[in-house]
């Protein structure tokens, strides 16, 4: 069926369904794109959220290692330890550089009330104003007896723990499992601005490790604790101006830690794109973190590539749109000009050429031109491939989604290599090339070799000449076509092997390749020259059945044939003849 337009052109069925197939791929490449694009971004935040309670556990687990590295010390010294060897103990952990957010590293000992004037006498003995405050009913006492560095917590020196509920229950789940172990919610005395911080203890008893509760209780004596401000603790975790995502983080109803404030931060986003709530199990605590992304989020995640997609596609739609149109317009044209047949002959003949000229001209910028959208198509391939490696790792363990890339790098190159052999055959009759320049044969031999990866002995030339000097760019590509296409289908190519032989007939050259292929058979001899034909099997290389259609132009542009002689089985020779010079060539100059 043909349906006639406006302007009279004829757009057959075959026309419209190629239309509505390069329709629905363009559509599906834009919600493709966009599904993989939102799975991209998930994984972003996936990969931020991970990252950020990654660091949380990370930089506690430090900062329990730190504090058994304390308990360790004392253990060395058999539980006699000074003011002076806490604090060289101390220094030497270089707290401020290893342990960012740690607001200092102490001691806390327990002390029964019948051995108070004892352990304030040890204290006077280190030359220390000490004091413990503040009076309480309990039946122990938990003194802070050291803590590093001084300076920044000396409203702590000398507070009794066990005067608090939250303090005093802590450090007793620690004493009694044996194990790191961090309070409830608290405000530090050393902190002035009076914002939630939490303090991380570590046991240590006499004679060693206990195995039971009842052992733990009766041998111990005391902890190596840490005091945090959450505050200090997140900023030495990670800066919010490096992150994505802002959080907040719970200890039951109180809130620790809150960066989800539309009034003091500028990247607060109300709506945010991902949200999620993770409860970390943490030192005997449970922590509730919720976690948000934040403006520059939503900012660095709001890709135009599908959007690019889409109008490439559609680019590409309306130039196929248009070659269509405009060759049913230009075939239209010289169907009527031929079937106008007038007296006039020779003036109508000239007219048929031009229109052919024309639309060959039309052919090669079309195809010019569908290269840049082809190539824009596999640059945002090679982007996309390698936004997906960094958010997910490399693609040999997603072998969906590398097929899938793969795939459209085959089609792409099949494409390029369309474009590009139709562009050659469009081309040829135009005389752009230089006529006289001078080529070696035995050069054309050796870069054979070379590109197609042969050994030297596949390729045998025997040649009456050393050079040519007519039009040798494109009896380059003539010889190059047929001898790759001599190894290309080739059942065993380290088998292969091509005779070259060139003899000198005065003004031309006679020029034969033979091969020891499996032949061609009588039947597809005629049509091997045509345009887009080819006789690849399924499990032969890719072809674009332009080869020999543009061996075949080269040779004829100058007033020759190439002729053909095979047998099934017994391969195949091509033979032209070629001038010598410009002179002797009947090639028709276009101006």
């Known amino acids: 069926m043909k349906v006639i337009g406006a302007a009279g052109v004829r757009i057959s069925a075959l026309h419209f369904a190629i239309i509505a197939m390069s329709l629905a791929m363009t559509i599906g490449a834009w919600l493709y794109s966009k599904h993989q694009l939102n799975i991209q971004i998930e994984n972003r935040f996936t990969a931020s959220k991970e990252r950020t309670i990654g660091l949380i556990i990370d930089r506690m687990s430090r900062y329990e290692d730190a504090l058994w590295s304390g308990v360790a010390n004392i253990a060395t010294l058999e539980g006699e ?61 938990l003194p802070i007896t050291f803590v590093e560095p001084e300076a920044l917590n000396a409203a702590a020196v000398g507070l009794d723990v066990a005067h608090e509920n939250n303090r005093r229950t802590g450090l007793l789940a620690s004493r009694d499992s044996g194990m790191a172990q961090i309070t409830e919610p608290i405000i530090l005395v050393q902190d002035s ?38 505050r200090k603790l997140v900023a030495g975790l990670l800066a919010k101006d490096l992150r994505e995502i802002h959080f907040s983080i719970h200890d039951g109803g109180t809130l620790l830690y809150d960066e989800h404030s539309q009034t003091f931060e ?40 599908p959007t690019i997609i889409l109008i490439a596609g559609l680019v590409i739609e309306l130039l196929v749109i248009a070659l269509i149109a405009m060759m049913a317009r230009a075939n239209s044209r010289a169907q009527a000009y031929a079937n106008e047949i007038t007296e006039e002959l020779r003036a109508k003949t000239v007219s048929l050429e031009r229109a052919n000229e024309e639309i060959e001209q039309f052919v090669y910028i079309a195809s010019h031109d569908l290269k840049t959208p082809t190539r824009g198509i596999g640059f945002l391939t090679d982007v996309l491939e390698e936004d997906l490696e960094e958010v997910i790792g490399p693609l040999d363990t997603h072998s969906e989604i590398k097929e899938h890339l793969q795939l459209i790098r085959e089609r792409l190159e099949r494409m390029e290599n369309l474009t590009s052999g139709i562009m050659e055959f469009s081309r040829i009759n135009y005389a752009s090339a230089d006529l006289t320049a001078s080529l070696q044969i035995s050069r054309i031999v050796a870069d054979c070799v070379a590109d197609f990866k042969l050994r030297p002995d596949q390729i045998q030339l025997q040649s009456a000449v050393e050079t040519l000097s007519c039009d040798s760019t494109r009896f380059r590509r003539v010889m190059e076509n047929l001898i790759g296409n001599a190894f290309k289908y080739h059942p065993d ?41 080819t006789l690849r099997k399924g499990t032969d290389p890719d072809s ?48």
């Open 193 to 230: 601005g009076n914002t939630p911080g939490f303090l991380f203890y570590t046991p240590f008893y006499e004679g060693g490790q206990p195995d039971t509760v009842e052992e733990r209780q009766a041998r111990f004596s005391g902890v190596v604790y840490a005091p945090f401000i959450m």
């Open 544 to 591: 674009t059945g332009i080869g020999l259609a543009i061996v075949k132009k080269a040779v004829t542009r100058h007033g020759y044939d190439i002729y053909l002689d095979s047998t099934l089985g017994k391969g195949a020779t091509f033979s032209f003849h070629w001038p010598k010079s410009e002179f002797a060539s009947s090639l028709e100059e276009v101006a």
């Open 81 to 141: 330890l000074s003011h002076q060897e806490w604090r060289a103990f101390a220094n030497s952990l270089n707290l401020e550089e290893k342990y960012p957010g740690v607001n200092g590293i102490g001691v806390i000992y327990q002390v029964a009330r019948s051995e108070r004037a004892a352990f304030m006498a040890e204290r006077e003995r280190e030359g220390r104003n000490f004091k413990i405050f503040p009076a309480h009913d309990e039946e122990v006492l």
């Open 266 to 305: 500028p990247e607060y986003d109300p709506s945010p794109m991902f949200r999620e709530l993770v409860e970390l199990n943490i030192y005997g605590r449970t922590w509730t973190v919720d976690i948000r992304t934040t403006k520059a989020f939503r900012t660095q995640n709001l890709s135009t590539q």
């Open 493 to 533: 190519r380290e088998a292969a092997e091509v005779e070259i032989d060139i003899e000198d007939e005065g003004d031309t050259l006679f020029v034969s390749i033979s091969d020891n292929g499996p032949g061609i058979a009588p039947e597809h001899q005629k049509k091997i020259f045509d345009v887009f034909q």
